[in-house]
T-cell receptor, first 110, second 117 residues
Framework: QKEVEQNSGPLSVPEGAIASLNCTYS??????FFWYRQYSGKSPELIMF????GDKEDGRFTAQLNKASQYVSLLIRDSQPSDSATYLC??????????FGKGTRLSVIA | GAVVSQHPSWVICKSGTSVKIECRSL??????MFWYRQFPKQSLMLMAT?????????EQGVEKDKFLINHASLTLSTLTVTSAHPEDSSFYIC?????????????FGPGTRLTVT
């Protein structure tokens, strides 16, 4: 059974701080890893994907992947109130649907 | 990124009627589309995988005769909720995979909010 685990939160961080979101997955065959952001009442929006071990940076976002530990994380630097949302980790194996975690709710306090 | 649209964005219908929701990939051809349902404050739940030209694959517990999926072209998949009841009221979201992307990412439509009265 493919599972993706996330802490449901809420994770509260002050404005300007670094928010760290974590995700673990069970299927060692997983090859691609995604972070989506979902605002309340809206559909998920793709933020980043990563498929190689290490870090991948895009603006204020950094995705980190450790396949040996089956661990994916998302760092948000200089957090803004507009970053307050639910962040969904998703994992894929080829030709299958993405398997989503239940999401972590982030609250950035001004 | 690729663009996926849904229509309608919201719909109110009476109990016992059927509702059709359309999902379109606007700038790419999607051989595979996915339908999700999300209840308030809950996580996404995959309902079915829709493959162009073949029958949809439904997740366990999803009634295929109630949620009819048709993927007649590479840019359009439809979900019909038949004989809708108030418990079917939910946020229905489709997503599509861009095969040219190479990484299997899924792009989501904006969702359809269904209210059954």
């Amino acid at each position: 059974q493919k599972e993706v685990e996330q802490n449901s939160g809420p994770l509260s961080v002050p404005e300007g701080a670094i928010a760290s979101l974590n995700c673990t997955y069970s299927d060692r065959g997983s090859q691609s890893f995604f972070w989506y952001r979902q605002y309340s009442g809206k559909s998920p929006e793709l933020i980043m994907f990563i498929y190689s071990n290490g870090d991948k940076e895009d603006g204020r976002f950094t995705a980190q992947l450790n396949k040996a530990s089956q661990y994916v994380s998302l760092l948000i630097r200089d957090s803004q109130p507009s970053d307050s949302a639910t962040y969904l980790c998703a994992v894929n194996i080829p030709a299958g649907p993405l398997v989503f975690g239940k999401g972590t709710r982030l609250s950035v306090i001004a | 990124g690729a663009v996926v649209s849904q229509h309608p964005s919201w719909v109110i219908c009476k109990s016992g009627t059927s509702v059709k929701i359309e999902c379109r990939s606007l700038d790419f051809q999607a051989t595979t589309m996915f339908w999700y349902r999300q209840f308030p404050k809950q996580s996404l739940m995959l309902m079915a995988t829709s493959n162009e030209g073949s029958k949809a694959t439904y997740e366990q517990g999803v009634e295929k005769d109630k949620f009819l999926i048709n993927h007649a072209s590479l840019t359009l998949s439809t979900l019909t909720v038949t004989s809708a009841h108030p418990e079917d009221s939910s946020f229905y979201i489709c997503s599509a995979r861009d095969p040219a992307g190479g990484i299997d990412e899924q792009y989501f439509g904006p969702g359809t909010r269904l209210t059954v009265t």
